[in-house]
């Protein structure tokens, strides 16, 4: 990942908001997550997301993070997304896979 975020935040009041996600986003456990823009993707998480500082296009910086979420199937659809972003974390019981939970990782 590059230093670059379109979004960076420095109030204490956003920060925090995105370490409350982070804290929903456990290693290894599988996630529905809901975009702020609608899209939804169902995954793995990699590695629990760490809060990091990031230069936004204007070269201000601040805050933000990013989790990663694997594609059980394809690797090749693994997805990255802003904690900023995301507007609900739902866990996915553990068990049989459905193939129909597998295919979100592109956005619905």
Do not use: C
Not at 37 to 66: C, K, L, S
């Amino acid at each position: 990942m590059g230093a670059f975020a379109n979004n960076v935040y420095t109030d204490e009041a956003t920060i925090d908001a995105i370490e409350a996600r982070i804290r929903e986003l456990p290693q290894s456990a599988r996630v529905k997550v809901t975009l702020s823009n609608g899209q939804v993707y169902v995954g793995t998480v990699a590695e629990r997301p760490n809060i990091q500082v990031f230069r936004n296009a204007d070269g201000d910086e601040g805050n933000n993070a990013i989790v990663k979420l694997e594609d059980p199937l394809d690797a090749h659809q693994d997805a990255y997304l802003w904690i900023d972003e995301i507007v609900k974390v739902e866990r996915v019981l553990q068990g049989p896979l459905d193939p129909d939970d597998l295919k979100p990782l592109r956005p619905e």
